[in-house]
């Protein structure tokens, strides 16, 4: 008799730690380099990303902002849609590379926007 309460009430606290304690942790979705070799001064800027909602959006993110000179690369946390991007200020800036992810897609004569950063 015990052990048809306890297992289940075990397995139901579990359950509620594992709840509680989601919020304590970060997981990356997705992490890149973009450079070989770090340059010897990075500094970072967090976005808080519309539309950042799975590994293949961050992939996609990643495509957008790739072409921008001086990023040295990119974490993403899709749980929260937020991007942490390093990039080498003496070849680009926060607006560039927030420029470079906000542009607008056409598709079948449709403009869209894959990503929005929240202000």
Do not use: Q, W
């Amino acid at each position: 008799m015990k052990k048809v309460v306890i297992i289940p009430a075990a397995v139901l606290l579990l359950i509620l730690v594992a709840f509680a304690t989601t919020g304590a942790y970060r997981v990356p979705t997705l992490e890149i380099e973009f450079v070989k070799e770090r340059p010897a001064v990075v500094a970072s800027v967090e976005y808080t990303v519309d539309g950042l909602t799975c590994r293949g959006k961050s992939r996609g993110f990643a495509g957008m902002i790739s072409g921008v000179e001086g990023v040295v690369s990119l974490t993403t946390y899709v749980r929260t849609n937020t991007a942490i991007v390093e990039y080498d200020p003496a070849l680009t800036n926060p607006v560039e590379i927030e420029t470079a992810f906000e542009g607008p897609i056409i598709h079948e004569g449709e403009e869209d926007f894959l990503f929005k950063a929240k202000k």
